[in-house]
């Protein structure tokens, strides 16, 4: 992901979001930082996770421009070549 990122950072919105109640905030943005990530990093609401049906460690999901999940993996899901198509079609989706 770290690779393929840039090629779409000007066009899709990305954020590493964290579920557990145990990494906060300031802990995901040091461990981005160490990992060299250039995404930002994000908090989220239980409910919310809940309602996007999100309720094991890395499960991927894409949201297009009008908030329609257009994507769901779980963890291991989801290599370099699956996430290109996945940007290619938000932007395409999105109209640019």
Do not use: C, N
Not at 20 to 39: A, N
Request: charge should be negative; aromatic fraction near 12%.
């Amino acid at each position: 992901m770290k690779d393929l990122y840039p090629e779409f950072a000007d066009r899709v919105d990305f954020y590493a979001i964290g579920q557990s109640s145990f990494e906060s905030i300031e802990v995901l943005e040091s461990d981005r930082i160490k990992e060299g990530y250039p995404w930002p990093v994000a908090e989220i609401e239980s409910d919310v996770l809940k309602e996007l049906l999100v309720f094991q460690q890395s499960t991927k999901i894409a949201v297009d421009h009008q908030g329609i999940i257009t994507y769901r993996a779980g963890y291991a899901d989801g290599g370099p070549d699956a996430w290109r198509k996945v940007f290619a079609e938000l932007v395409e989706r999105s109209g640019g």
